[in-house]
């Protein structure tokens, strides 16, 4: 019922910041909460932040420390993660993933009912 795509990985260095899109199809897109995951080599898949169906609640993973900031537009059907001092361990593939919970702010990948494939980040040191 929702496909999601993820863009803007890539490579950037230590202290950089990057901008990751996650374009949602469908109508419905405002009906969800949306969550950020990654996932590093040999690691499981790791809680970033999510947002609820209006944007306007938001839940990060401790280790984003203010670093990090997900937002949405729901005209454009698409979800933010802005990442800002990037640091080496940031690298992971990041995905994100719909709640048809609207109200959901979960870190576990459980609560989440729709994955894109995933955008490469890699922060070099």
């Known amino acids: 019922q929702v496909q999601l795509v993820e863009s803007g990985g890539g490579l950037v260095q230590a202290g950089g910041s990057l901008r990751l899109s996650c374009a949602a199809s469908?109508?419905?897109?405002?009906?969800?909460?949306m969550g950020w995951f990654r996932q590093a080599p040999g690691k499981e898949r790791e809680f970033v932040a999510a947002?609820?169906?209006?944007?306007?609640?938001?839940y990060y993973a401790a280790f984003v420390k203010g670093r990090f900031t997900i937002s949405r537009d729901n005209a454009k059907t698409t979800v933010y993660l802005q990442m800002s001092s990037l640091k080496p361990e940031d690298t992971a593939n990041y995905y994100c993933?719909?709640?048809?919970?609207?109200?959901?702010?979960?870190?576990?990948?459980?609560?989440?009912?729709?994955w894109g494939q995933g955008t490469q980040v890699t922060v070099s040191s």
């Open positions: 947002t609820t169906r209006n944007g306007q609640s938001t």
């Open positions: 993933g719909a709640s048809t919970s609207g109200s959901t702010l979960s870190g576990s990948t459980l609560a989440y009912d729709y």
């Open positions: 469908g109508r419905t897109f405002s009906n969800y909460s």
